[in-house]
């Protein structure tokens, strides 16, 4: 069994920034193959990819309204992936959910993830 939490959401104002992290765990398992991603629902709309990296070899991939502004980074040593969102606009409120891959797919697609956080909330006021 995978467990990840999410932390890190609130309500802020359009520019600032804020940081959400994901704790995984697991017992008897290591996250060396393991594809770690971020998505995000909008009230009425589909959940979407937002970014991911792996776990090892750091290949990072963003979802083109993010690039430049959203870094995913990960801390092997704590099980923790991190999403720092900076100059945050309206567009960006959602719920963020981190989920975690293990076998092949593609890496935008939700339903090649195999364990989901329960999300944290992201306001972003004009």
């Known amino acids: 069994q995978v467990q990840l939490v999410e932390s890190g959401g609130g309500l802020v104002r359009a520019g600032d920034s804020l940081r959400l992290s994901c704790k995984a765990s697991?017992?008897?398992?290591?996250?060396?193959?393991?594809?770690m991603g971020w998505f995000r629902q909008a009230p009425g709309k589909e959940r979407e990819f937002v970014a991911d990296?792996?776990?090892?070899?750091?290949?990072?991939y963003y979802t083109d309204s993010v690039k430049e502004r959203f870094t995913i980074s990960r801390d092997n040593g704590k099980n923790t992936v991190y999403l720092q969102m900076n100059s945050l606009k309206p567009e960006d409120t959602a719920v963020y959910y981190c989920?975690?891959?293990?076998?092949?797919?593609?890496?935008?697609?939700?339903?090649?993830?195999?364990?989901w956080g329960q999300g944290t909330q992201v306001t972003v006021s004009s």
């Open positions: 989920a975690a891959k293990t076998g092949s797919g593609s890496y935008i697609d939700v339903k090649t993830y195999d364990y």
């Open positions: 697991a017992s008897g398992r290591t996250f060396s193959s393991t594809v």
């Open positions: 990296i792996t776990w090892s070899g750091g290949r990072r």
